[in-house]
């Protein structure tokens, strides 16, 4: 069993930046993919990207590549997520789940555990 936590959303203007975390717990952390995922208001839940167990690798869904990036600390059982140049097409609610493969994948599907999320704001 893995129970996550997120934090560091809040409200930040267009061009800026912001940096989520998200704190793992179970003993079985080091050995899970992780992944971020963002729904906005009316819109499906959509993914952002993810890790794989070790952070040796990552992917990015392309609306975010080249702004987004996600690392994980396995010593600490965090994963976080910088989020640079935002745009309000970015504002939603982000939520980090945990894969119970190597990974990274990037369906939500595959997903076993998920975090309450933490909302972003991008104001214009």
């Known amino acids: 069993q893995v129970q996550l936590v997120e934090s560091g959303g809040g409200l930040v203007q267009a061009g800026g930046s912001l940096r989520l975390s998200c704190a793992a717990s179970?003993?079985?952390?080091?050995?899970?993919?992780m992944g971020w995922f963002r729904q906005a208001p009316g819109k499906e839940r959509e993914f952002v990207a993810s890790i794989s167990w070790s952070g040796g690798t990552t992917l990015y869904a392309d609306y975010v590549k080249g702004r987004f990036t996600m690392s994980r600390d396995n010593a600490k059982n965090m994963v976080y997520l910088q989020m640079n140049s935002l745009t309000p097409e970015d504002t939603a609610v982000y939520s980090c789940?945990?894969?119970?493969?190597?990974?990274?994948?990037?369906?939500?599907?595959?997903?076993?555990?998920w975090g309450q999320g933490t909302q972003v704001t991008v104001s214009s």
């Open positions: 179970g003993r079985f952390f080091i050995t899970y993919a």
């Open positions: 789940a945990a894969d119970r493969s190597a990974g990274p994948r990037t369906s939500e599907a595959v997903y076993d555990y």
